[in-house]
């Protein structure tokens, strides 16, 4: 397994780089130590830790029972915000960029329906900012207003995912450092800046999907228009450091035994542990997964928590038809509750995310490819949208948009074995053949019915197992989670 993160290094890293590409200006505070603990899923010790090693290099400064306040920030002299630093890292800026193009748009249309963005904490600011024409310099509020229509109106990773943008994009950058940005996006006859508060304000999601998607495209266009003439005005553009785009849901929960309970939760609920079958002996676990036998015991006892498996006394460990019994008394654990929530959430965000993906890849499938994916589709049984997404996977060319798309995948092998175990045979059939049906408007070249298709795949998933733990399991809190639509 790929070594761990250690907790305190992924947060002291992201809240200096905001730091430091001035995201946050001096003289203003971060969030308190309980919304750090809530945002990295970490404990207030891991935070405070974070906050004693930013104040010793002069980032911060800290007073009793206050937020931390910055005193130093893109100025200092390991600032990120320099024209050679930004072409280093090129290639990741713009392609970050293409791949929010995609998918901010229906995220926020999602996360809008149903809620007034004029209450959000940072409207008034936006708006005030954004009538003056100052966007420069005061770019920030219409940031934060977009953190919080995703974070408020629309789920957990929604926002997760619009902070990962904001440690990437350089807009600090763009907006306060370079002129030919400023001059080419933000002098345009009518910015697009300029109307954002218009389109969040509006009532048609289909409307408000295609001006955003306008406005992204826009803003993407002239980072890459900026990023070549940054290049064509060097005497000698920099090497690519090659700077990756990193997006991880589970980070602070991320432990070995749960990789691999996730990981063998969907090979049973996959078939390839089918019921009846020995899993492999604890040694070939730990050599497999490279990891201690106690952990793989760990992650064993897990499985059989939630009714599984079951471990016979010199026999091993065999699978066996969930134990309806044992996910009742599991429904009364707050930490397995919420990881409930986290799958469901998963399945949201992927309905949202895989159409603009499968739009993408579907010109890129080659017939061999098609005649390949055929074949899969004739095995009873068998998960085809499992094969369905890796394909799409495949042919994802956005780095940040297959990073994305996997963490969102590891996500959703929490439930697998919920979705297709014996017992539900009746949802797998009816989601082979509404891939089935996406596979074969693929093979027609119809792009926009292949990807529609696949999104209403987890459309129908989510349905059917947010109706499943309600009515099962009893996870009521399922029940504010909300089916996406189509733009």
Not at 46 to 71: C, K, M, S, W, Y
Not at 140 to 166: C, H, K, T, V, W
Not at 221 to 250: H, R, Y
Not at 310 to 321: Q, S
């Amino acid at each position: 397994m790929e070594p761990q993160e250690t907790k305190f290094t992924f947060v002291y890293n992201e809240i200096k780089q905001c730091i430091l590409d001035g995201q946050i200006l001096p003289g203003n505070s971060l969030l308190s130590s309980r919304m750090y603990c809530e945002k990295y899923h970490v404990s207030r010790y891991t935070i405070n830790h974070v906050f004693d090693a930013l104040r010793e290099e002069g980032l911060i400064e800290i007073q009793p029972r206050l937020a931390p306040v910055v005193v130093s920030g893109k100025d200092t002299p390991d600032s990120l915000n320099t024209a050679a630093d930004i072409l280093k890292q090129k290639e990741t800026i713009l392609q970050v960029y293409q791949t929010f193009a995609l998918i901010l748009p229906p995220l926020l249309v999602f996360a809008l329906q149903g809620c007034d963005v004029e209450i959000m904490p940072h409207y008034k600011q936006a708006a005030k900012v954004l009538r003056m024409g100052r966007f420069a310099g005061g770019w920030r509020p219409p940031s934060n207003l977009g953190y919080d229509i995703l974070r408020i109106g629309g789920n957990p990773l929604f926002g997760e995912l619009y902070s990962a943008f904001g440690l990437y994009n350089k807009l600090t950058f763009f907006l306060e450092d370079c002129p030919y940005f400023k001059n080419h996006f933000l002098q345009k006859p009518v910015p697009a800046n300029s109307v954002i508060i218009d389109i969040l304000k509006g009532r048609d999601p289909s409307v408000m999907h295609r001006q955003l998607s306008v406005m992204y495209q826009e803003l993407t266009d002239s980072i890459e228009s900026t990023l070549k003439n940054l290049s064509d005005t060097m005497p000698e553009c920099p090497v690519q450091t090659g700077v990756q785009f990193a997006w991880n849901p589970m980070r602070g929960q991320d432990y070995y035994y749960s990789k691999i309970v996730d990981d063998l939760n969907l090979k049973i609920g996959l078939g390839e542990y089918s019921i009846g079958m020995y899993l492999p002996y604890e040694k070939q676990l730990a050599g497999q997964y490279g990891v201690s036998l106690s952990t793989v015991r760990k992650a064993l006892s897990e499985l059989e928590q939630r009714g599984f498996v079951k471990t016979l006394n010199g026999r091993g460990t065999v699978v066996i038809e969930p134990d309806d019994t044992k996910i009742h008394q599991l429904a009364l654990n707050s930490g397995y509750v919420e990881k409930a929530l986290r799958y469901l959430h998963a399945l949201q965000l992927m309905a949202l995310l895989i159409r603009p993906a499968a739009l993408a890849a579907a010109l890129r499938f080659t017939g061999d490819e098609l005649d390949e994916l055929a074949d899969r589709f004739t095995s009873p049984g068998s998960a085809y949208l499992a094969d369905m997404f890796e394909a799409i996977l495949k042919h994802t060319t956005l780095e940040p948009l297959y990073v994305i798309l996997s963490e969102t995948g590891h996500l959703l092998e929490w439930g697998h074995h919920f979705a297709y175990y014996p017992s539900k045979r009746h949802t797998l059939s009816h989601l082979n053949k509404q891939v089935i049906w996406a596979f074969r408007q693929l093979c027609g070249g119809n792009a926009d019915a292949f990807a529609d298709g696949i999104a209403d795949c987890y459309r129908y998933t989510l349905v059917c197992m947010k109706k499943h733990m309600i009515e099962k399991y009893k996870f009521y809190n399922a029940a504010n989670i909300r089916i996406p639509e189509k733009y």
